[in-house]
């Protein structure tokens, strides 16, 4: 595929991964925003590849993992309405809630569908008069367009029976609380490249200036983030800390101007819970007060519902880089993918599934020919 | 965020006054919302496809002049990399063991 | 058009004799039952076993082992690129079969038909069930139908069981995978489930994609004919793909598995659809394809015997078994890093992040 397939080039990996090996003169601390970035880089095992000269910490840039526990328990609710049509990206489907997930809801006899996109769950409305569409509107800044164009579009066409359950997240905020914890540790950031192809980089000037630290606006396949953490390396190195543009075929300064645009008509900042982490102030999106009728808070009158996570679960540690996945006591043991206790071991490339998949082939190495622990198996 | 691939525009078409169009991924053919690149893509132009919309147009000089620079570093690496395993008496070792130029 | 007449018998209200649509009356047992069976269902598998519509069949068998195989298909859609779920049902429980050494024989169908099914979708789906009966070298030896009410069967469940002979010299087993045996993928992965993907509500693409779905029996023959007991295992990577048949059968053997990324074939437009929903080809379904661990000498023969025939065309040694890390599976990437593929909890779903 042209414009991706030649940014898995082997040779080219490699070249990267060397020169970041020799041209680092100490172990630098970087994080990845974006959840895409960290599939990327342990399911190529970069980090295994960088070895001593990166220590990448996976960011919270997984809108499936910060999702709070009471959006996921609205959505439930909703499902569960028979006569509504609950409609979901699927990353959504086996993210926990305080009680089961939207797929045992299905299994239940809830309606829950996977849609590819939001214009899909319109089109079902359009179809299905006689149902209420959901529309599950969770994402980063790179979502909020297509989400905002089914609202805008559902009130141009007058579509009565279509609204959608909002829980979007803006990143510049949580770089921000990642940066003002006392024990941060991060020295330099990979940037979205999607969420920055939408809201360009200017937003993250600031950042850079006020916390002197490399933001590299980074792609998702191994060449582009290779590249990316070689540029942050080197400016490390320079004792620079500028925001810089390694994912050129997609990005410019001011992102895609009529996208923010509609955004901006559809949506505005909300403060807004991120699961394991808490409340950011004016760190979402919520609609704008004049397409209520499209909010199905709104619509079904949901109350404000206020969630405690299960005490075992250190999603919020893991996500702001504090600790580890494999330091959190509930890992593999309480907590596997099957039965997960936070987001981040639900979704592929939540830091703890990550770590849950890829360490257990070092362990198992490490210590010999050995079987895997029991609770790991189906 | 994430998932974002690119595509090759290869129809447009207006939906009720939505700027629409079929992409193609590699063979694989969809359709898409390019309400927010309506006015700088045409056929034939590369844009990058998230959940059904095209948020940018890709920039192909760019892609092309920071790819060429990206291969020919890697080449001389390549080559850097090959001298050391030589001069340390390696032979073929290391992940996939080095085939003579860059890969893929 | 239904004219009610007598010629069915007094029945109030008088159903519609002819009409377009499966009706519960097609499952009672009674005459429409007996109509369906004999218009719809018997011209097409005809042989003398089912001539004799006994309430089950009775086959000869040779001494020794049979092997028995059953399978229950729900697909969703029931139609898609390159088959639908009557050749699936078939070439299922003849792969099944085919896998553990068995020569297939004897099918038996059990059909679930829902109420407004159109007929023109039956006759399709058992003209693909016929042809796949007929291309196995198998015969359809017994069946069943019943009819449930609109809304419950998402218009066609079939189960399928098949009985095969066993041949004691060729025993592949799943827990006979051992250290050094030599990986084998018989063809291009992942065009199953791609092929029902795009044609999902919600999801739906265009492509060139069709599925695999075929009988892999031509392929055992010629393993069992030029490898014979160096075959160790044998596996068709069907629902969660090649990665969870390879985890099945490292656990199951007590091994660990290594396969190599730059020897598995997917097709261009599969990985592109791949890539548009962030699924990855390891996990997705193939019906026409099978993986096999053979003894570390008879690989270039297993190599062979597979490239010979069309569905093998192009097979590749593409991994093997190793005494470490044993019941865990290990990717080896074009860039040369390894990482662990595992089992999946449920099923993969297309994501955005």
Redesign the interface.
Known sequence: MKYLSEYRDAGIIRGLVERIRREATRRWVLMEVCGGQTHTIVKQGLDEMLGEAVEMIHGPGCPVCVTPLEQIDKALLLAQDPSVIFTSFGDMLRVPGSECDLQQVRARGGQVRVVYSPLDALELAIRNPDRHIVFFAVGFETTAPANAMAVWRARELGVPNFSVLVSHVTVPPAMTAILEAPDNRVQGFLAAGHVCTVMGWKEYEPIAERYRVPIVVTGFEPVDILEGIHLAVQQLESGRHEVENQYVRSVRRDGTVPARSLVEQVFHLVDRKWRGIGEIPRSGLGLRPEFADFDAEFRFGLRELAVDEPAECRAGDVLRGKIKPFECPAFGTLCTPERPLGAPMVSSEGACAAYFNYGRMRRAVNRGALSPVASESR | MCLGIPGRVVARRDDRGLPMGVVDFGGVRRECCLAYVADEVAEGDFVIVHVGFAISKVDEAEARRTYEVLRELSQLDELDWMREVAEQGLGAIGPGSAPAGGGA | MATASLANGLVCPAPHAASDRVQLGHGSGGKMSAALLRDRFLPLFDNPVLRQLGDGAVVPVPTGEIAVSTDTFVVSPIEFPGGNIGSLAVHGTVNDLAMMGARPRYLSAGFVLEEGLPFDVLDRVVAAMAEAVRSAGIILVTGDTKVVERGRAEGLYVNTTGVGIMDARFRPRPDGVRPGDVLLVSGPIARHGMAIM?AR???A?????ESDSASLVPLVERLREHVGSDVRALRDPTRGGVASALNELA?AS?V?VVIEERAVRIP??V???C????LDPLYVANEGVLVAFVAPAAAPRALAALRSHPLGAEAEIAGRAV??????V?L?????????V?????DQ?????
Do not use: K, W
Request: charged residues 15%; glycine residues 18%; contains cysteine.
């Open positions: 795009s509500e919600g999801i693409f265009e492509a060139q994609i656990a007590g660990g261009g437009p990985a592109a659809a890539e548009m929903l962030g005494p470490d890390h044993a019941g865990l290990a080896r990437t074009l860039a040369g890093s390894t990482r662990v595992d089992m999946l909890p449920g779903l297309p994501r955005i992040c």
